[in-house]
């Protein structure tokens, strides 16, 4: 575990975490078969988040404990995989009947449908905040989760994340998606300006101050290095800017500048530049020098986004006489067309896994959100009835995409399920927002 | 002075080309001098004359001004316009970009910044490539027209500064345009 990052980060105390559970289960026979990996949000997996339990009663930790357990419900359904139990269902209160395995009469859990339970407790003392946290299987009687947490209060909602995560890697072995972010475009300040929030949409700030129009973040691998578009000095130029450190790279060719991508695990990336006289993808190093030309098509070459082993991209090119997404091969530079229904395709965003491409379609007067399988280049369509849906990006392990919609009138961000499930707004700001990108999981940022 | 004549040939040639067919020409300036000089004695008529012909040559020159500005807002104002994700220029956007030429031409100290645009429908970054496509068409096609290409430059605003405000046919139409500015 890394916890103690953020009571470094924090300059406050140091963060324990200790593993609850004195025996293990001697085995774990079929311990990923709690989420069909395939499809698993054609059965959210019912469990109950009872509020925590105040270990000394005091009304300030009876208040946070339910703060508590409410963020943890709604961070475990924003996951998609489960369904989180109405309280009103339960038949006990773990408050009073205790939180650990032997208190627990499981039959009242699996009695109402609960197929897995959390329990939590919650102790304050002298200001620092101490969580018990503790997941069962009610069918199996086990624990499958133990943890306990220490921190400032201001800590509850990376505590909160932090046994999210450890839930989630117990049923996918992926990490998830608590420690990743997502830029976007917001009109709020009264121009176009780049901002970013975390993965809930929660902490929502603005990181550039152009008053001019910036747009399209790109984020590199590793979460450190944002890339993005801004007039700032007349021209559409590219920038790169470090997000925690004030330095970063600036390439400003004559004409436009723009649509930046990251190439998985390298500090390069690629971009669109018209300097030619038509606008062409070229591949760049991070301090933004042009290492080559990776089209050389007449007409627009636009949006890059690459395979996760790096060796392919996706963009989109007019070559054919409307935009169309393409990929190509960078090792024998072939280029091979991907979609082929609709006059509109663009903005590709290759899955995590490798195999799709999202991307968005003009059918019927509107854009919809459409995922295309890379081998047998059948679309699916995610988005439908709901104004126009744009700009499609993955979470860092697969399971959602975030995407921009103007199904509520003014264009805000939303989120779904990879399968086109669970469609929710991720949060409105001042203004309108727009183009989405999801970081990575970023540990130390 | 000579840039006065210079304007003068120009705003003449210009006002010519602009303005001849559908207004029916320019305005007729009064040049008659009053009857009333011809009863006066000779140093009061060359002082008269004299004055006159000033107050011509002021009038005159207003109107060259007014005819010069009109020409230069014209050459700002009127956009040229694309077809739905084109940067092809219509027979219409041909016709503007001749008069643009010949107003460039006249005046050969202008650079001109031409501004590529386009609708709100489609992505951002298509448009901005889009709009780049434009704003290059105009160009080159100028060039072709004889318009020195270091005279011109280029800027793409993608859909991010629609002129016209609304989600439908009636906008789109009018923000997929070329707009020109002057350096």
Not at chain 1, 131 to 139: G, K, P, S
Not at chain 1, 158 to 166: E, L, P, T, V
Not at chain 2, 29 to 56: F, M, Y
Not at chain 2, 145 to 170: A, F, H, K, V, W
Request: net charge negative.
């Amino acid at each position: 575990m890394n916890f103690e990052l953020v009571g470094r980060r924090c300059g406050t105390i140091i963060l324990i975490t200790t593993m609850l559970v004195l025996f293990m289960p001697g085995f774990c026979p079929a311990k990923y078969d709690y989420i069909d990996i395939s499809n698993p949000f054609l059965r959210k997996i019912p469990i109950a988040v009872p509020h925590f339990k105040s270990m000394s009663a005091s009304g300030n930790e009876q208040k946070i404990s339910e703060n508590g357990s409410q963020l943890l419900s709604e961070t475990l359904e924003f996951t998609g995989f489960f369904k989180i139990m109405d309280h009103a269902s339960f038949l006990e209160d773990t408050r009073k009947a205790g939180i650990i395995e032997s208190q627990i009469n499981f039959l009242n859990w699996t009695g109402i449908g609960a197929e897995l339970l959390i329990t939590g407790g919650i102790l304050i003392k002298d200001g620092v905040i101490e969580i018990e946290l503790r997941l069962f299987d009610t069918f199996k009687n086990r624990l499958l989760i133990g943890k306990r947490y220490k921190g400032q209060q201001a800590d509850l909602r990376q505590i909160i994340r932090k046994f999210c995560g450890a839930v989630i890697y117990e049923f996918t072995g992926k990490r998830g998606i608590f420690e990743s972010k997502i830029a976007f475009e917001s009109t709020g300040p009264g121009n176009k300006d780049i901002f970013i929030c975390d993965f809930d949409g929660y902490n929502a700030r603005q990181i550039t101050h152009t008053k001019s129009i910036t747009l399209s973040p790109a984020w590199s691998y590793d979460g450190k290095w944002i890339a993005y578009t801004d007039y700032k000095n007349g021209n559409p130029d590219l920038y790169i800017k470090h997000l925690t450190e004030k330095r970063g790279f600036v390439v400003a060719l004559k004409g436009v500048n723009i649509s930046p991508a990251w190439i998985p695990g390298k500090f390069a990336l690629a971009a669109t530049f018209s300097f030619s006289g038509d606008p062409e993808i070229y591949m760049l190093t991070g301090t933004g020098k042009i290492i080559k030309r990776l089209t050389r098509q007449w007409g627009i070459d636009v949006s890059p986004s690459f395979s996760p082993d790096g060796h392919k991209m996706a963009f989109v090119s007019q070559r054919s006489g409307t935009p169309q997404i393409y990929i190509k091969h960078l090792d024998n530079e072939q280029v091979e067309r991907v979609t082929f229904e609709g006059q509109y395709n663009t903005t590709p965003s290759w899955s995590p896994a490798g195999d799709k491409i999202a991307y968005s379609s003009l059918g019927d007067g509107h854009f919809d959100i459409y995922v295309v399988n890379i081998k047998d280049k059948q679309p699916l369509r995610l988005t439908c009835e709901a104004g126009d849906n744009e700009s499609p990006a993955w979470s860092p392990d697969g399971t959602l995409i975030v995407f921009g919609s103007t199904r509520e009138g003014k264009a805000r961000i939303y989120v779904m399920t990879s399968f086109g499930t669970d469609q929710r707004r991720l949060l409105a700001l001042p203004g309108e927002q727009t183009n989405p990108k999801w970081s990575s999981n970023i540990t130390n940022n | 002075m000579k840039n006065l004549w210079m304007g003068l040939l120009v705003v003449v040639a210009i006002t010519g080309l602009l303005f001849f067919a559908s207004c029916g020409g320019p305005k007729e300036i009064e040049t008659e001098p009053p009857e009333s000089a011809e009863q006066a004695d000779v140093s009061d008529v060359d002082a008269q004359q004299e004055e006159e012909l000033a107050k011509q040559r002021a009038l005159e020159e207003a109107e060259i001004m007014r005819q010069a500005k009109e020409a230069r807002e014209m050459f700002l104002n009127e956009d040229v316009y694309f077809d739905y994700d084109q940067s092809v220029l219509t027979p219409e956007a041909q016709d503007i970009l001749r008069r643009k030429a010949v107003w460039m031409q006249a005046t050969p100290d202008v650079k001109a910044i031409v501004e590529g645009h386009c609708d709100e429908r489609g992505t951002t970054e298509y448009n901005l490539a889009l709009g780049d496509r434009r704003a290059q068409s105009v160009k080159v096609f100028l060039e072709d027209l004889g318009i020195d290409g270091t005279r011109m430059s280029t800027i793409s605003y993608g859909e991010e500064q629609p002129i016209y405000p609304g989600n439908n046919e009636e906008a789109w139409v009018k923000n997929r345009r070329a707009h020109f500015a002057i350096d």
